[in-house]
């Protein structure tokens, strides 16, 4: 599985402990390795770019709050990211929602932001009609094609 990580200046420390931890997955660095100032729109793009063409099978996102950075992620077509706080919304964002990034905010406990991330990776979409069709309905409107 390959995974990619993208942070903002106030993400380096959760982000090179998740690195450190998760070397059962291939995990691609896309985010900022300094602490110096930096706009989290800039590396949620470009890991929504790289989730939605499949160049990575999902994406974690890392900045202050964790909202920031969710926002611009689903900015990119073809993006679901949910920003959780603990393992439970983990995994329904992949069994309801077939999430593709999961955002985390900097000051998650970096013991519990890793047993999130596992949760997020190890859980698999229900494909249940009902989740399907939401998610259709969200595509299709991404797309200019829905229609109430």
Known sequence: MKIGIANDHRGVELKNYLLERL???EVVNLGTDTNESVDY???AFLLG???ANHEFDYGIAICGSG???SIACNKVKGIRCAKVSNIEEAKYTRIDNDA???ALSANTN????LEIVEAFLNTDFSHEERHQKRIDK?????RGE???
Do not use: H, L, S, W
């Open 23 to 25: 070397q059962e997955y």
């Open 41 to 43: 729109p800039d590396f």
């Open 49 to 51: 770019e790289k989730v």
């Open 67 to 69: 909202i920031g950075i």
């Open 100 to 102: 593709n990034i999961v």
């Open 110 to 113: 970096q013991e519990d932001a």
């Open 138 to 142: 969200i595509t299709k409107y991404e």
């Open 146 to 148: 829905y229609e109430r």
